[in-house]
C-alpha cells in the first residue's frame, strides 16, 4: 500500500448511546487509522454527547460537531444533512478518501486498512464496502443480503474523486441506491464484499432505525419509487424479501410503500437520464442476473470512464 491512503470519516448520529461505544471502539482499534473522524451530534438527547466528548478528549483525530434537537429521528434526508453538517466543516482536498459511517457498527481491526488495498489495487473502484451482519434473536449471526453492486449504506467508502463527480448524496430516501447508479453510469465500479476482514456486524437490522422494522420496509419502498424503480422489477424485489425476516410481511410492507406512492403521485427524482439507466439495468438483471448484468455494465464504463472529469453539483442533480 503506498502512502496516498489518508481517509476521513464522516458518522451522522442521533440518540446512539446504547450502541456507539462499539463503534467508536473498533474504529480506534483500526490498523489503519482516519486522518479525522467528524460525528455530527443530531440533537441526541441520551448520554451520546457526553460519550462523544469522552472519546474526543483521548483521541485527536475526533472532531464533534452539535447540531440543535429537531425534536425527532429522521432518517434519510435528515441523514444525509447530518453528513452535511460534518462535511462542511472539513476541505475534502486534504484527503485521498471519504466514508459516510453509521455509529451501530462493529468493525473488525483490518477494515480500513482491506479497503485501502482494494481500492488502490483497482483505480476504477469508486465506492466499496464490507458486508453487514446482524445477531438474530437466536444469536445466531446473519447476514443482510446486501448486493455486491453498491457500497452498504451504513459503511460508503468513497474515493474522492469519485464522489465530487457524482455531485456527493442526494438528500432524500434512497440516497445509498442513488449514489451507486450514478458511479456505473460515469464508468466507476460500486461494489461491496464478504470476507473475514470485512464482515461488520449492525447493531440494529437494517431499516429499523425509526420506528419498526415494518415503517422501515415501507420507507424502503417508498425510496424504490423516488429513485425510479420499475413496478416489475419492484414486485420481484419484496417477493425476494418476503423469504427475509421478517417473514411474508417484510417484502409485502415493501411493495405496499412502493404501490401507495404510485398512488399518491409522490415526488420522484426528477432526473430522466438516470431513471431510463436503472430501468435498462433493472430489466437486465432480471432477465440476466444482477451478477453478470453488474459485470457487463463494469466492462461498458471501461470506455467512459474519466476520474478527472469535474465534480457534479447537487443543484445539477436536482435538475
Same mark, same amino acid.
Given at each position: 500500500?503506498?502512502? &496516498?491512503?489518508?481517509?476521513?470519516?464522516?458518522?451522522?448520529?442521533?440518540?446512539?448511546?446504547?450502541?456507539?461505544?462499539?463503534?467508536?471502539?473498533?474504529? %480506534?482499534?483500526?490498523?489503519? @487509522?482516519?486522518?479525522?473522524? /467528524?460525528? %455530527?451530534?443530531?440533537?441526541?438527547?441520551?448520554?451520546?454527547?457526553?460519550?462523544?466528548?469522552?472519546?474526543?478528549?483521548?483521541?485527536?483525530?475526533?472532531?464533534?460537531? !452539535?447540531?440543535?434537537?429537531?425534536?425527532?429521528?429522521? %432518517?434519510?434526508?435528515?441523514?444525509? +444533512?447530518?453528513?452535511?453538517?460534518?462535511?462542511?466543516? /472539513?476541505?475534502?482536498?486534504?484527503? +485521498?478518501?471519504?466514508?459516510?459511517?453509521?455509529?451501530?457498527?462493529?468493525?473488525?481491526?483490518?477494515?480500513? *486498512?482491506?479497503?485501502?488495498?482494494?481500492?488502490?489495487?483497482?483505480?476504477?473502484?469508486?465506492?466499496? !464496502?464490507?458486508?453487514?451482519?446482524?445477531?438474530?434473536?437466536?444469536?445466531?449471526?446473519?447476514? *443482510?443480503?446486501?448486493?455486491?453492486?453498491?457500497? %452498504?449504506? $451504513?459503511?460508503?467508502?468513497?474515493?474522492?474523486?469519485?464522489?465530487?463527480?457524482?455531485?456527493?448524496?442526494?438528500?432524500?430516501?434512497?440516497?445509498?441506491?442513488?449514489?451507486?447508479?450514478?458511479?456505473?453510469?460515469?464508468?466507476?465500479?460500486?461494489?461491496?464484499?464478504?470476507?473475514? +476482514?470485512?464482515?461488520?456486524?449492525?447493531?440494529?437490522?437494517?431499516?429499523?432505525?425509526? &420506528?419498526?422494522?415494518?415503517?422501515?420496509?415501507?420507507?424502503?419502498?417508498?425510496?424504490? #419509487?423516488?429513485?425510479?424503480?420499475?413496478? /416489475? #422489477?419492484?414486485? $420481484?424485489?419484496?417477493? #425476494?424479501?418476503?423469504?427475509?425476516?421478517? @417473514?411474508?410481511?417484510?417484502?409485502?410492507?415493501?411493495?405496499?410503500?412502493?404501490?401507495?406512492?404510485? @398512488?399518491?403521485?409522490?415526488?420522484?427524482? *426528477?432526473?430522466?437520464?438516470?431513471?431510463?439507466?436503472?430501468?435498462? #439495468?433493472?430489466?437486465?438483471? @432480471?432477465?440476466?442476473?444482477?451478477?453478470?448484468?453488474?459485470? !457487463?455494465?463494469?466492462?461498458?464504463?471501461?470506455?467512459?470512464?474519466?476520474?478527472?472529469?469535474? *465534480?457534479?453539483?447537487?443543484?445539477?442533480?436536482?435538475?
Amino acid at each position: 500500500m503506498n502512502d &496516498k491512503n489518508s481517509y476521513l470519516i464522516i458518522s451522522p448520529c442521533r440518540n446512539e448511546a446504547q450502541h456507539m461505544r462499539q463503534t467508536l471502539d473498533s474504529v %480506534v482499534k483500526q490498523t489503519v @487509522l482516519p486522518s479525522l473522524w /467528524v460525528i %455530527v451530534d443530531d440533537g441526541s438527547t441520551d448520554q451520546t454527547p457526553c460519550i462523544l466528548k469522552e472519546y474526543a478528549d483521548k483521541h485527536e483525530f475526533i472532531k464533534v460537531v !452539535s447540531k440543535e434537537n429537531r425534536g425527532h429521528r429522521s %432518517v434519510g434526508p435528515g441523514v444525509i +444533512d447530518a453528513f452535511y453538517a460534518g462535511y462542511d466543516t /472539513v476541505d475534502l482536498n486534504q484527503f +485521498d478518501f471519504l466514508c459516510k459511517l453509521d455509529l451501530d457498527l462493529d468493525l473488525p481491526e483490518k477494515y480500513f *486498512e482491506t479497503l485501502l488495498k482494494r481500492m488502490q489495487e483497482n483505480p476504477r473502484i469508486g465506492t466499496c !464496502s464490507g458486508k453487514a451482519y446482524y445477531l438474530d434473536k437466536n444469536g445466531n449471526l446473519t447476514s *443482510e443480503k446486501c448486493g455486491d453492486e453498491n457500497a %452498504v449504506g $451504513a459503511s460508503k467508502f468513497y474515493r474522492k474523486e469519485c464522489f465530487l463527480q457524482i455531485g456527493g448524496f442526494i438528500r432524500q430516501v434512497m440516497w445509498d441506491g442513488i449514489d451507486g447508479h450514478r458511479c456505473r453510469m460515469l464508468g466507476w465500479i460500486a461494489c461491496s464484499w464478504d470476507d473475514d +476482514d470485512l464482515r461488520f456486524i449492525h447493531l440494529r437490522p437494517m431499516g429499523s432505525s425509526q &420506528k419498526g422494522i415494518i415503517t422501515g420496509r415501507m420507507r424502503h419502498g417508498y425510496g424504490q #419509487y423516488f429513485m425510479g424503480t420499475g413496478p /416489475v #422489477y419492484m414486485t $420481484a424485489s419484496a417477493l #425476494y424479501r418476503m423469504t427475509r425476516s421478517p @417473514l411474508i410481511i417484510g417484502g409485502l410492507a415493501m411493495w405496499w410503500g412502493y404501490t401507495k406512492s404510485v @398512488l399518491a403521485g409522490e415526488e420522484r427524482l *426528477e432526473d430522466p437520464a438516470f431513471r431510463a439507466f436503472i430501468r435498462r #439495468y433493472q430489466w437486465s438483471c @432480471l432477465l440476466r442476473g444482477k451478477k453478470k448484468t453488474t459485470a !457487463s455494465y463494469h466492462q461498458q464504463g471501461a470506455s467512459i470512464w474519466d476520474p478527472t472529469c469535474p *465534480e457534479v453539483t447537487q443543484a445539477t442533480i436536482n435538475q
